[in-house]
């Protein structure tokens, strides 16, 4: 089964940023859309990107758009999240999580082999 792993998250002060990873084990990445998903505090898990087996093809949630940025490199098989001009409504506990083929769905429903995830804390 595939497995993945997040990290980078970490206490970072308003308008920070923070590069989160997610790496797979044992199983590669390349035939798999990549999905960031977070969930904050007594809210719903809501997807924040997703980019294409490839990396040609992305798609933003549009509260994240122009701020965060997806890339991949299939030879480390590793999904990176970079995120910029952080915002304490960001704060959240970061997931990522692979689907079959390709995407454009932020819907977590369409997504499987989720990660442990990893916190991100924005605060002053």
């Known amino acids: 089964q595939l497995q993945l792993v997040e990290s980078g998250g970490g206490l970072v002060q308003p308008g920070g940023s923070l590069r989160l990873s997610c790496a797979a084990s044992?199983?590669?990445?390349?035939?798999?859309?990549i999905g960031w998903f977070r969930q904050a505090p007594g809210k719903e898990r809501e997807g924040v990107s997703c980019?294409?087996?490839?990396?040609?093809?992305?798609n933003y949630a549009d509260s994240v758009k122009g701020r965060f940025t997806i890339s991949r490199d299939n030879a480390e098989n590793t999904v990176w999240l970079q995120m910029n001009s952080l915002e304490p409504k960001d704060t959240a506990v970061y997931y990522c999580?692979?689907?079959?083929?390709?995407?454009?769905?932020?819907?977590?429903?369409?997504?499987?082999?989720w990660g442990q995830g990893t916190q991100v804390i924005v605060s002053s």
């Open positions: 044992q199983f590669t990445l390349d035939y798999y859309t």
């Open positions: 999580a692979a689907a079959r083929g390709w995407t454009k769905s932020l819907d977590q429903n369409d997504f499987g082999s």
């Open positions: 980019i294409s087996s490839s990396g040609g093809s992305t």
